[in-house]
């Protein structure tokens, strides 16, 4: 069976590492084929939309996507699209490579972010001159959904059930649904959990981040702790996420369009790349993507470096180097 | 003058480190009164309720409250007494501290929290089985106040303006108010200000903590970054706080009860005692506020020091060197 990925470049570096992870999974010979698309800035100043319909439609009809970044209108495409696969989850491992300063070179965690409500749900309203209101949305069953995945996340495997973060003591409403319904979820498949308040979580993963591993949590929390993980690794520079539907997904590393770097060809391909992986392991190719997560895992150990890990290699050099591997 | 100050120890070590900073007050013979209030767990258990009337009106009516820590029941005791003093601002310094272990000795940040609204205005309902909803909600005038705050807390001192983190590309109304109205105060007052994303300050800010100074932030994002930044400083252990109001001030320490050590006396008074420096500088004791911190400090590098610093101190040898160096 072939397979039709949408690739979806983006702005800047997204321009960069989107081509090298095609390159990559180009080169194992599995008879995809690629379909492109446009969103970002770029396509905005030219149609005054970041996210064209076509491109929504392709991302809403692929077996998957690969995402690469974009600029200021980020939110404008990565939401929609998100919504294009119906995500319901927002894969986000952070985890420390040997060789790579890192913060707190113990983390290895995984977070399953809620990708559909919470604030992002978005309702707001000015009600008058002096107050505006935003709807937060939290629902059974968008909890079960994402419960769901985490138990078949962490069933048989090494991980020791998961973690909720969460405010349930302010939110008691909402976080207190979110929280009622994931455990439930949980103790109806026999998965441990325990939990931690969201801003406990923020000192105690910079404390100790080895007494943490899959962490499940509502949208915003999803957003804000992963990225403080991805600090205490070294940067997002190394993050790949996977937005996971019932049908279809789409894979985006973690950072930005860095246009500081953006168009030197230097930008460093391995979230990308390591996004790629995921894509291949959702597609079933469970060789194929250990293989691949491997050649990049030897690669960031013995080089060739980007500039952002002390190098100079270019974006090229480094995505040949993955496929030698392979 | 003569100051009357509330006492409201609470649960835990709370009972501990809230008698250590009367002593060091006491020392300084400023005449002041201090009135104790009952909260917490314990007083929940005898009375049902956590945060007695006759509490809730003693810091209403003090002209400043020194409060320890609430066990589960810390929401519905801080929560309220913030209320009471109409603090429309956490101000939560996180500094290391010399010879202190801390992941990012670097670190000297201080949060200015919007103290009022956000998600903990607090409208939640549950529409059906499935739906519950929070109504988070930010006013301009809110936003003013404590812009207005900021500004003065940075003018004329080594403060070069202040960095706005938010969320507006996601809340665009609600963030967005806040942004743009704390970014216009602070324009008409000659503060230089930038921004960045809640998310993006939390990866940041583990890379590289000296990037920041002071953070001006909504409620929620200022309580989950601070405690970020506490993990950054070696915990919560050492981080003071105070909730401002117009006419009173409330001084806690960011830790809590630490039921595990709670009752032997091991507790670090370290946090509530710069949390009391923090209400001298409040009541115009600059002197005296200066004196308690730089007690404090020199006591954290040379000693003696409790067993959460690796020593074998109690509370009460701590405080007693902390008044010796006074
Ligand atoms: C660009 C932005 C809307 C997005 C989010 O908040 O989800 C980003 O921060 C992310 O985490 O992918
Ligand atoms: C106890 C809780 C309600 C409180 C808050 O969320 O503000 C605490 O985390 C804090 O930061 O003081």
Redesign the interface.
């Known amino acids: 069976m072939t397979h039709e990925i949408a690739v979806i470049p983006g702005d800047g570096i997204g321009q960069e590492v989107t081509p090298a992870a095609v390159d990559v999974l180009e080169s194992l010979e599995l008879g995809f084929e690629f379909v492109e698309g446009e969103a970002g800035d770029a396509v905005r100043e030219e149609t005054g939309e970041a996210l064209p319909q076509e491109t929504y439609d392709l991302a809403a009809s692929t077996d998957a996507t690969l995402f690469g970044a974009a600029g200021d209108s980020?939110?404008d495409v990565i939401?929609p699209l998100r919504e294009a696969v119906d995500s319901f989850v927002n894969v986000r491992p952070a985890k420390a490579y040997p060789g790579i300063d890192a913060?707190?070179p113990e983390t290895d965690l995984v977070f399953l972010r809620e990708n559909t409500e919470g604030?992002?749900a978005?309702h707001?309203?000015?009600l008058s001159?002096?107050?505006?209101?935003?709807?937060?949305?939290?629902?059974?069953?968008a909890s079960e959904r994402l419960a769901e995945f985490a138990c078949d996340y962490v069933s048989g495997t090494e991980h020791d059930g998961f973690t909720i973060a969460h405010?349930a003591?302010?939110?008691?409403?909402?976080d207190?649904?979110f929280r009622d319904t994931v455990k439930s979820v949980a103790e109806d498949n026999g998965i441990e959990t325990d939990e931690v308040l969201?801003?406990?979580f923020?000192?105690?993963?910079?404390?100790d981040p080895e007494q943490f591993d899959v962490v499940v949590c509502p949208n915003?929390a999803g957003?804000?702790?992963s990225?403080?993980a991805?600090?205490?690794v070294?940067?997002?520079g190394l993050l790949p996420s996977a937005n996971i539907g019932p049908d279809r997904a789409l894979f985006e590393p973690v950072h930005g369009t860095a246009p500081d770097i953006a168009g030197d060809g230097l930008a460093n391909p391995a979230a990308k790349i390591i996004s790629a992986a995921m894509l291949l392991e959702y597609l079933g190719y469970d060789e194929e993507a250990d293989a691949v997560t491997e050649a990049v895992e030897s690669t960031l150990a013995e080089g060739p470096h980007t500039p952002d890990l002390g190098g100079d290699a270019s974006t090229e050099d480094v995505t040949e180097a993955v496929i030698d591997r392979l």
Not at 129 to 141: F, G, K, P, Y
Not at 169 to 174: C, D, K, P, Y
Not at 202 to 207: P, S
Request: contains cysteine; charged residues 25%; glycine residues 10%.
């Open positions: 980020a939110a939401l913060v707190r604030v992002y978005g707001e309203d000015r001159e002096d107050v505006s209101t935003l709807t937060r949305v939290v629902t059974e069953s405010k003591n302010v939110m008691r409403e909402t207190g649904l969201m801003d406990a923020a000192t105690h993963v910079c404390l915003l957003d804000v702790l990225d403080l991805a600090g205490l070294g940067g997002l």
